[in-house]
């Protein structure tokens, strides 16, 4: 019975007429160089709803929801989340109006269960008692192991129901739920429904989920079938089905696809370019004057322009310090459970400070050079110059010229110190001569 009452409420009808959206996406494109992800996409989310959406792993699925979220910027389009574009100054899009559970779990290993919520919940704003009493509920909600446990611990769907319930924390106006139910099992999966249904209903929260189980998506209230960065067609699953004459969702997404590859190769096209209007079936039978869409997209003159107050902006560049906190005690929790990782991070100065100073920057030892000196006389300047040198680090060779230079050139020196026979009385000269303006003079010295 309290399936029937399910299935009863999500496959109510949608209201009549033009509805406020959760999100809207129009022709939207997205490109990674050359590549075409999303080509020309409309997508329409209307509030208070569960949107399906359905398509093959590449098919640029998670591609949207990044751009949805505001992680990733689009190439062309228009997008709005909540009644403003994504990441707009002031819109808590992505923060705490949306709860986004990712394809890949952006957990950290060092964390326990508990430290990952409360992590979050300090993002979020939110007061030690609301983030202890959702913890616990969704501790038990998701069938979470003790909140002590560490992330590392768990295994892979216990890890996907943990980056859920960060996802859930909040109670965000909008869910964007990419692939929740992968690695869950049956009783679990169809509780995570169940609550979803729920929220929906009584708060009013608005659902994106994508699944690679397509009956799964029979419970949401719209579904929308994607298939190389296109929508081949949206609409409540039993619409759908009917329009496609099948019995499953399955069998009609695949008359979509089978539709979609005759239309493409008729029009020498790629399946792309074909995205229909207002995202209408493939077939060419159908009434025109009947989609099958749940809600309408606004035209593109009807889109608004979005303006945002200076301080509004300044505001919006400073950081929270509560965002400040959070990661200051993520980064000492993170380091309190990674003790060789912090040793290192204390010891690779020290190492790299100590082979510079072994490497770089030694007083040079043993140093083999030729010495040229021409003067004969024991007290001449020469001599003493020569005798301030250290032979520790200067060892000092007495050759003549041509002996010098021969070491030289076959490396047996690294120079030559040359003193030429009247150094001693030139350089007295220099010194006793205010302007020394005799280039012999100069030289000589």
């Known amino acids: ?54 398509g093959p792993s590449g098919c640029g699925k998670t591609t949207l929801l990044k751009c949805i979220v505001g992680t990733l910027k689009i190439s062309r389009g228009h997008i709005t989340v909540l009644g403003k574009p994504p990441a707009f100054p002031g819109h808590d899009v992505p923060g705490r109006k949306v709860g986004y559970m990712p394809q890949d779990l952006a957990l950290y290993n060092e964390f326990t269960i508990s430290d990952t919520l409360t992590f979050f919940g300090r993002i979020h704003g939110l007061t030690s008692k609301e983030t202890q009493a959702r913890m616990n509920f969704l501790i038990e909600f998701l069938d979470l192991p003790q909140k002590h446990s560490l992330v590392r611990n768990l295994s892979g769907g216990q890890r996907r129901r943990v980056s859920l319930g960060a996802a859930l924390l909040q109670n965000p106006e909008l869910l964007i739920l990419d692939e929740p139910t992968v690695g869950v099992d049956p009783v679990l999966r169809a509780k995570i429904w169940q609550h979803l249904v729920e929220i929906v209903k009584t708060g009013k929260v608005s659902v994106i989920i994508t699944t690679h189980y397509i009956e799964e998506a029979r419970q949401a209230n719209v579904v929308g079938l994607m298939r190389n960065g296109c929508l081949l067609a949206e609409g409540p699953p039993e619409a759908v089905m009917k329009q496609h004459s099948a019995t499953t969702l399955e069998r009609a997404f695949l008359q979509l696809c089978q539709t979609s590859d005759q239309i493409s190769s008729k029009r020498g096209s790629s ?33 608004p322009k979005y303006t945002a107050d200076w301080k509004v902006r300044a505001r919006h560049l400073l950081p929270k310090w509560r965002n400040i906190a959070a990661l200051m005690i993520k980064t000492l929790v993170r380091m309190k459970r990674m003790p060789f990782s912090l040793c290192f991070q204390f010891l690779l100065p020290v190492i790299q400070i100590s082979l510079i100073c072994l490497c770089v920057g030694g007083d040079p030892n043993g140093i083999h050079v030729a010495v040229v000196n021409n003067e004969t006389a024991p007290s001449s300047f020469s001599q003493s110059l020569l005798s301030f040198l250290d032979n520790s680090s200067v ?36 010194e006793s001569v205010l302007e020394a303006k005799g280039h012999d003079v100069l030289f000589q010295a």
């Not at 109510?12 to 080509?39: F, H, M, N, W």
């Not at 792309?272 to 309408?296: T, W, Y």
């Not at 230079?405 to 220099?430: A, C, D, P, Q």
């Open 1 to 54: 019975l309290r399936e029937a009452n399910m299935k009863a409420d999500l496959e109510a009808p949608l209201p009549a007429g033009q509805e406020d959206l959760a999100i809207q996406c129009r022709d939207v494109c997205r490109s990674y160089g050359k590549l075409k992800v999303l080509s020309n996409l409309n997508l329409a989310v209307p509030q208070g709803h569960i949107y399906g959406l359905l």
């Open 271 to 303: 399946p792309q370019g074909e995205q229909l209007e207002n995202s209408q079936s493939f077939e060419s039978g159908r009434d025109e004057s009947q989609p099958i869409l749940a809600v309408g997209l606004a035209a593109k003159d009807e889109i």
């Open 395 to 430: 060892h000092q060779v007495p050759l003549s010229h041509k002996e010098a230079f021969e070491g030289i050139y076959n490396g047996e020196y690294w120079g030559v110190i040359g003193f030429g026979k009247n150094f001693t009385s030139y350089l007295t000269k220099r």
